[in-house]
């Protein structure tokens, strides 16, 4: 039984990713992300949170049970 060389596809690489300048004014835009893990050990909860584009702040982000449109809402 020999084990042969398998062929891997080439991966095509995407357009480049170019720097977008910051928005000028505070609060003028308001980005929001979230992110899934397993923060308090071993229960799974969503961190949702906003972000200031032209600062960088974080002017508010909470915990939910899941990434869902009313958690989004709320946030």
């Known amino acids: 039984h020999e084990i042969g060389m398998m062929k891997r596809k080439k991966r095509k690489r995407g357009?480049?990713?170019?720097?977008?300048?910051r928005i000028p004014q505070e609060g003028l835009m308001i980005q929001m992300d979230s992110s899934t893990h397993?923060?308090?050990?071993?229960r799974k909860t969503c961190l949702v949170v906003t972000i200031d584009?032209?600062?960088?702040d974080t002017p508010y982000a909470e915990f939910f049970e899941g990434e869902t449109t009313v958690a989004c809402l709320e946030v």
């Open 15 to 21: 357009r480049p990713h170019f720097y977008r300048h």
């Open 38 to 42: 397993e923060w308090f050990g071993g």
């Open 53 to 56: 584009d032209a600062i960088g």
